[in-house]
């Protein structure tokens, strides 16, 4: 890597990485802990917040200095963080339903699936008390067929009416206590993993890895006899950006193969001496160039 670019990331690099990795550690559990209290709210109004919040957590994650994608990062974050909201909801009722709700012992009076065909429809029972009264709240829910019209259950019933009632066995939060927690845990992973990866230690290891990239270049040239030059692999490059017809998503995708003695950085700048950008994330062996990118390479 040229000087100019390890000044590019140096400057990108907060001075204090482990004070902005614990502040962006707490920022996301606080987005966890209140996306989780106005999920009552629908759909409507949460879908904007997620997506406001990924987009604030690009910039304080790049400010860590990583190599790696700062938007796919922040995107992995986004995900876990609503796995852990939900799965913290649905604990919440498994919960509530145990501290208020009653023990009855209930009828099966009416099963109605789902639409369509097919064992992957879910059943919706309605419940009745010996008196023939109903059980107040909505329908219970459960997987294909598991109960039959006339079957007694003992199940937990919601006084106020607002959940659905739940057999002994399946009313237990266990399962989505420990899916919220993992999926928070992995949030927070991700934070302290591109806290690594921005580290002097992992560029040291990255450099390392390059200069070992560097001897498989040599040996894969003497391999296939590939005895161009980089000036000639630049060139080939130009050729590549300028005819190369671009892909349904307005990419233009080469092979780094083809260029052994060109870094993804050098390529970057000559892509951005045509008017383009390299794309840094989601590239899956192939250097990829367009006007406007996610996450620009930066230019050796």
Same mark, same amino acid.
């Given at each position: 890597?040229?000087?100019?670019?390890?000044?590019?990331?140096?400057?990108?690099?907060?001075?204090?990485?482990? +004070?902005?990795?614990?502040?962006?550690?707490?920022?996301?559990? +606080?987005?966890?802990?209140?996306?989780?209290?106005?999920?009552?709210?629908?759909?409507?109004?949460?879908?904007?917040?997620?997506?406001?919040?990924?987009?604030?957590?690009?910039?304080?994650?790049?400010?860590?200095?990583?190599?790696?994608?700062?938007?796919?990062?922040?995107?992995?974050?986004?995900?876990?963080?609503?796995?852990?909201?939900?799965?913290?909801?649905?604990?919440?009722?498994?919960?509530?339903?145990?501290?208020?709700?009653?023990?009855?012992?209930? @009828?099966?009076?009416?099963?109605?699936?789902?639409?369509?065909?097919?064992?992957?429809?879910?059943?919706?029972?309605?419940?009745?008390?010996?008196?023939?009264?109903?059980?107040?709240?909505?329908?219970?829910?459960?997987?294909?067929?598991?109960?039959?019209?006339?079957?007694?259950?003992?199940?937990?019933?919601?006084?106020?009416?607002?959940?659905?009632?739940?057999?002994?066995?399946?009313?237990?939060?266990?399962?989505?206590?420990?899916?919220?927690?993992?999926?928070?845990?992995?949030?927070?992973?991700?934070?302290?993993?591109?806290?690594?990866?921005?580290?002097?230690?992992?560029?040291?290891?990255?450099?390392?890895?390059?200069?070992?990239?560097?001897? @498989?270049?040599?040996?894969?040239?003497?391999?296939?006899?590939?005895?161009?030059?980089?000036?000639?692999?630049?060139?080939?490059?130009?050729?590549?950006?300028?005819?190369?017809?671009?892909?349904?998503?307005?990419?233009?995708?080469?092979?780094?193969?083809?260029?052994?003695?060109?870094?993804?950085?050098?390529?970057?700048?000559?892509?951005?001496?045509?008017?383009?950008? +390299?794309?840094?994330?989601?590239?899956?062996?192939?250097?990829?160039?367009?006007? @406007?990118?996610?996450?620009?390479?930066?230019?050796?």
């Amino acid at each position: 890597m040229s000087a100019h670019t390890e000044g590019e990331t140096r400057d990108r690099r907060t001075r204090h990485p482990i +004070a902005l990795a614990i502040g962006i550690g707490c920022y996301v559990l +606080a987005v966890i802990v209140g996306m989780y209290l106005l999920n009552d709210f629908g759909s409507i109004l949460m879908a904007p917040l997620w997506i406001a919040h990924g987009v604030m957590l690009i910039v304080p994650i790049r400010r860590l200095g990583a190599r790696v994608s700062s938007a796919g990062a922040a995107l992995f974050i986004v995900i876990a963080s609503l796995f852990a909201a939900y799965g913290a909801n649905l604990a919440h009722d498994d919960l509530t339903l145990q501290l208020r709700g009653e023990t009855v012992t209930a @009828t099966v009076a009416k099963e109605r699936l789902d639409p369509g065909q097919g064992k992957g429809r879910r059943s919706h029972y309605v419940l009745e008390r010996q008196d023939g009264t109903r059980i107040p709240g909505p329908e219970m829910v459960t997987g294909f067929k598991e109960y039959e019209v006339g079957q007694v259950l003992t199940v937990l019933a919601d006084p106020q009416g607002k959940l659905e009632p739940q057999t002994l066995g399946e009313a237990d939060a266990t399962d989505e206590l420990l899916s919220s927690g993992g999926a928070a845990l992995a949030a927070l992973g991700c934070v302290a993993w591109m806290t690594w990866r921005g580290s002097d230690t992992a560029k040291q290891r990255d450099e390392a890895k390059r200069k070992t990239s560097s001897r @498989t270049q040599k040996a894969y040239k003497a391999v296939t006899r590939n005895h161009t030059t980089q000036d000639e692999q630049e060139e080939k490059l130009r050729e590549a950006l300028r005819t190369f017809p671009a892909d349904r998503r307005g990419y233009i995708k080469v092979h780094p193969e083809d260029f052994p003695d060109v870094s993804q950085q050098r390529a970057s700048r000559i892509a951005w001496e045509l008017g383009l950008r +390299a794309e840094a994330a989601g590239n899956r062996g192939s250097w990829r160039f367009r006007e @406007t990118v996610v996450e620009e390479v930066p230019h050796d």
